[in-house]
């Protein structure tokens, strides 16, 4: 069975900033993921998405079990939005790898 | 100690004293005394360090600031009062007038300095910032909206500041510019970045400041408990956005940590005196054209190994 979370309707913001809001969400979908099979998640009306919140909602669940993503969808996604979740997403662990350039002591 | 105020207070003239040697920010210690009396003009993100490294003391060793009543600097007073500068939670000896502590209107042109402690209090906080710089563009106030709680949530998860972290912005109509500035007097970016195995042995201030400017470059860690593999950290990106946005907008950023100073047009330098903590100001135009998804993208480059280029003769 497959059930919607609408963003707008947990969050109450067209705009999604800060790592707080990110973890809300994330945990909403987390908690229906549970309960469902699939969960799709409607960001209609969304259009601002932060990195820090991308991370924080996408990128965190991706380091945490990166299988869970293939039970997630996106709608109503901007060109933005969804650029910043697919971004987070791929690069989840790109810190966690050490990928970025290591500093001189 | 007493610090006497110059008769213009801003970010820019701060960091002059300071680097002068004339303001010391280590100094607010004990006692204080504040004379406004030459002040003619201060700018909110001044005033927010000030109040940060008031608050600092009033945290560690309670004392009261005081300050003259002198009735050339009424006016500057009044507007200091509208700037939410003489808050309750400071332990004033004396009150400039008697309705000092009634927050004032500040009519939309700048943010009255608050203080955040939790990360739930970011989002209001920048969207506050937007609502009261009253950006009529659409695309600059998400941008606006974007910095501010980007640096909002850097400061509040990883100063440790018991006291949080402070914040401001005012616009500038005439200078078609905005400017935002956050404070805390927290542990300063080398100490966060070396809680990360990877950054344990970062040399200096210098050194921390221009690791945390570039992607993915993070100091949250944490270790699993049984094969010490690292099970949570953050992408590491957000000062380093900030950064881009600033440089492609032709606005500019300034990071003041520790005896470092960044400032996006001319690099890092060593500060005289130190801030005990992280202060970052960021000044905008009014009017943006960034797309923020693209500066993100636009690191996909730190990612790629560097290729060899083997040169080869007939």
């Given at each position: 069975m497959k059930t919607t979370i609408r963003v707008s309707d947990v969050l109450h913001t067209g705009a999604i900033t800060g790592r707080h809001t990110g973890r809300v969400l994330r945990e909403s979908v987390v908690a229906a993921l549970t309960r469902n099979p699939i969960v799709a998640v409607d960001f209609a009306g969304v259009d601002l998405l932060t990195q820090s919140a991308a991370d924080e909602f996408i990128g965190r669940l991706v380091r945490q079990d990166a299988d869970i993503v293939a039970r997630i969808s996106f709608s109503n996604c901007t060109p933005d939005v969804a650029g910043m979740l697919q971004w987070a997403a791929e690069h989840a662990n790109s810190a966690f790898q050490g990928e970025g350039d290591m500093v001189a002591a | 100690m007493k610090f006497t105020f110059p008769n213009r207070f801003t970010f820019l003239e701060m960091l002059a004293l300071a680097r002068r040697g004339q303001f010391n920010p280590m100094a607010f210690r004990g006692q204080i005394e504040l004379d406004f009396s030459?002040?003619?003009?201060?700018?909110?993100?001044?005033?927010?360090?000030?109040?940060?490294?008031?608050?600092?003391?009033?945290?560690?060793l309670p004392a009261e600031v005081c300050f003259p009543i002198q009735h050339q600097c009424q006016e500057a007073i009044r507007y200091l009062t509208r700037m939410d500068f003489f808050s309750a939670d400071i332990r004033w000896c004396m009150s400039p007038e008697e309705d000092a502590f009634i927050r004032r209107s500040a009519a939309g042109r700048f943010l009255p300095i608050r203080n955040l402690h939790h990360l739930h209090e970011t989002d209001?906080?920048?969207?506050?910032?937007?609502?009261?710089?009253?950006?009529?563009?659409?695309?600059?106030?998400?941008?606006?909206?974007?910095a501010a709680s980007e640096l909002i949530d850097n400061a509040l998860q990883h100063s440790d500041a018991p006291n949080?972290?402070?914040?401001?912005a005012q616009k500038y109509q005439k200078l078609a510019k905005v400017h935002a500035l956050i404070v805390d007097t927290g542990i300063g970016i080398r100490r966060h970045l070396q809680r990360h195995p990877r950054f344990r042995n970062l040399g200096d201030d210098l050194a921390a400041i221009q690791a945390a400017l570039k992607p993915f470059v993070t100091g949250t860690y944490l270790a699993n408990a049984q094969d010490h593999r690292p099970e949570y950290?953050?992408?590491?990106?957000?000062?380093s956005v900030i950064n881009e946005?600033?440089?492609?907008?032709?606005?500019?950023?300034?990071?003041?940590?520790?005896?470092?100073?960044?400032?996006?047009?001319?690099?890092?330098e060593t500060m005289p005196v130190e801030w005990p903590g992280t202060v970052v100001?960021?000044?905008?135009?009014?009017k943006l054209d960034v797309n923020v998804?693209?500066?993100?993208?636009?690191?996909?480059?730190?990612?790629?190994?560097?290729?060899?280029?083997?040169?080869?003769?007939?």
């Open positions: - | 030459p002040l003619t003009f201060a700018g909110p993100g001044a005033m927010a360090c000030i109040k940060a490294l008031l608050a600092q003391e009033q945290r560690t209001a906080a920048s969207r506050d910032i937007v609502a009261c710089l009253d950006c009529q563009d659409r695309p600059s106030a998400q941008i606006f909206q974007y949080g972290a402070f914040v401001t950290e953050n992408q590491g990106l957000g000062l946005i600033s440089r492609r907008s032709g606005g500019e950023l300034y990071v003041w940590s520790g005896r470092a100073l960044y400032r996006s047009r001319s690099g890092v100001f960021l000044t905008l135009p009014i998804t693209d500066v993100v993208k636009g690191f996909d480059a730190a990612l790629q190994k560097p290729k060899i280029q083997l040169k080869f003769n007939r």
